[in-house]
């Protein structure tokens, strides 16, 4: 029995050993609600589920989910659904034709999202075995064709025709319909902020104000939740317009149309790497953004293409790296932590951002480095960061942008990992970690830790020069070694 038509023909290779058990979410599953795509309010087909252990907790989760698989849940009935999980299915077909079909036979039963996954090429040294075809066999007759990052979301584009979003990598979303698309990608580069709580008319009054003064303009009703929409609805809109006026502060609302004028052109420009749509398709939040701040949403999209070209100009590149208040410069790139990379000039924002969508951001990272000279952005990912004086680096995951191609390194296994120094340089000034990260640094300074950079980057050498200085570290406190 095949995935493409669940007709009777016999396996070549046996594709049900390649089924785990589960005793949790997959990683895709889970990246899935991360981003709403799976919701309780949707229905959920998981395509060739395994033994279901998605299933199983996803229908935990109150979630209206189905799961078929040709070896495992035959007798289920297939039929279409909002969205259709297909978790590790297209890496175990050998072959390239039903692999195909069975792609297409998942999208056509996707009203909103086909969620796609696969194993990587990084994984390559995890699959023994012996070449065929695209792809390995091992030794217990099972086949992986270990697919490329972004090599799997132009696979997805071309066989479904829609323009697709890495959502991690190895997780694609493919929508039905181009506004579902936006509206994700809006969630993911310029996230709206929370609304107030509201428990009355004035908490109500108050939560609009908040959301002026952040966005720069007053919300319209369809943006509010409905509950504060009840609180409000004896006052008229130009009533409420003029009271939210009175009330907001000036200086707050200016930064607020700097922020949401910035945001727009960010996703403008996005959205041109991933394939511009109508304004009509453009959520609504983004639509009223656009005749608040610009004079048409032509000349929206003339300064979001100028911002985008100047990606390619590496004199402009290095030059916003040089002006960011925040990051680490190097002679080859800029640092920046997650939690101040909002704080990056736009183009450097929209940097990233394309980076993530062509090959996905991993789950888990803590600094970004972006290059200057050419374009690359790898996402480094250093678990221990916030307790750790000298961070360890667990992995960093690279994205090419001049060609697409993805790398994966892994350090876990390493006997003698690179590490950070001045924690402070790579987050925003007004990071309320920065003060006690900054001490440190001064007091290593003082005692000639830093006299011989080319030693202190990974463990055994900073090991080495606290011995060779008397020092050693307690915390984020550096002591006269006992």
């Not at 009203?111 to 070449?131: C, F, N, Q, Y």
């Not at 990260?437 to 830790?449: M, Q």
Request: glycine content about 6%; some cysteine.
């Amino acid at each position: 029995m095949d995935f493409a038509g669940a007709m009777s023909t016999s396996w070549r290779t046996e594709r049900r050993l390649t089924a785990i058990g589960r005793t949790g979410l997959s990683m895709p599953a889970r990246q899935a609600i991360i981003d709403q795509q799976i919701s309780p309010d949707r229905s959920v087909l998981d395509f060739g589920c395994g033994r279901g252990g998605d299933v199983r907790e996803l229908q935990r989760m109150d979630v209206r989910v189905l799961g078929w698989d040709p070896h495992y849940h035959p007798e289920v009935e297939l039929s279409d659904a909002d969205v259709v999980l297909m978790t590790y299915v297209l890496n175990v077909i050998e072959d390239p034709a039903e692999r195909r079909q069975t792609l297409l036979r998942a999208w056509g039963l996707a009203r909103e999202t086909l969620v796609v996954s696969t194993r990587l090429t990084w994984e390559k040294s995890k699959v023994k075995g012996e070449t065929f075809g695209d792809g390995i066999v091992t030794s217990r007759r099972t086949f992986q064709h270990l697919f490329g990052a972004s090599e799997l979301r132009s696979y997805v584009e071309d066989i479904t025709g829609v323009r697709c979003v890495s959502a991690t990598p190895g997780v694609v979303y493919a929508f039905k319909r181009d506004e579902s698309r936006l509206s994700y990608l809006v969630r993911r580069i310029a996230p709206a902020a929370p609304w107030l709580t509201s428990d009355d008319a004035a908490s109500a009054i108050a939560s609009v104000v908040d959301y002026t003064e952040q966005r720069g303009r007053v919300p319209r009703l369809e943006e509010m939740p409905a509950q504060m929409v009840e609180f409000l609805a004896h006052l008229s809109t130009s009533e409420l317009q003029r009271i939210v006026r009175a009330s907001a502060d000036v200086e707050k609302v200016t930064e607020g149309v700097k922020r949401s004028t910035l945001s727009t052109l960010l996703f403008l420009g996005v959205e041109l790497f991933n394939g511009r749509a109508p304004f009509a398709c453009l959520p609504l939040s983004v639509q009223l953004d656009v005749r608040a701040f610009f004079n048409s949403y032509k000349e929206a999209c003339q300064r979001s293409d100028r911002l985008l070209l100047k990606l390619r100009d590496d004199s402009y590149v290095r030059a916003a790296m040089n002006s960011s208040k925040v990051g680490k410069l190097t002679p080859t790139a800029l640092y920046v932590h997650s939690r101040a990379v909002d704080h990056l000039p736009v183009v450097l924002r929209l940097y990233e951002h394309c980076a993530s969508i062509a090959a996905g951001r991993p789950p888990e990272w803590t600094v970004a480095k972006l290059r200057h000279r050419g374009r690359g952005v790898s996402w480094l990912s250093y678990p221990d960061f916030d307790v750790d004086p000298h961070p360890r680096l667990r992995s960093s995951y690279i994205v090419d942008l001049a060609t697409l191609k993805t790398s994966f390194m892994s350090y876990e296994e390493s006997p003698n990992r690179p590490l950070l120094h001045r924690k402070h340089e790579f987050l925003h000034p007004e990071d309320p970690d920065v003060p006690k990260y900054r001490r440190l640094t001064e007091s290593e300074l003082r005692a000639d830790l830093y006299a011989n950079p080319h030693l202190i980057g990974t463990e055994q050498g900073w090991e080495a020069e606290l011995v060779r200085c008397g020092r050693e570290l307690r915390g984020h406190r550096l002591v006269r070694r006992g």
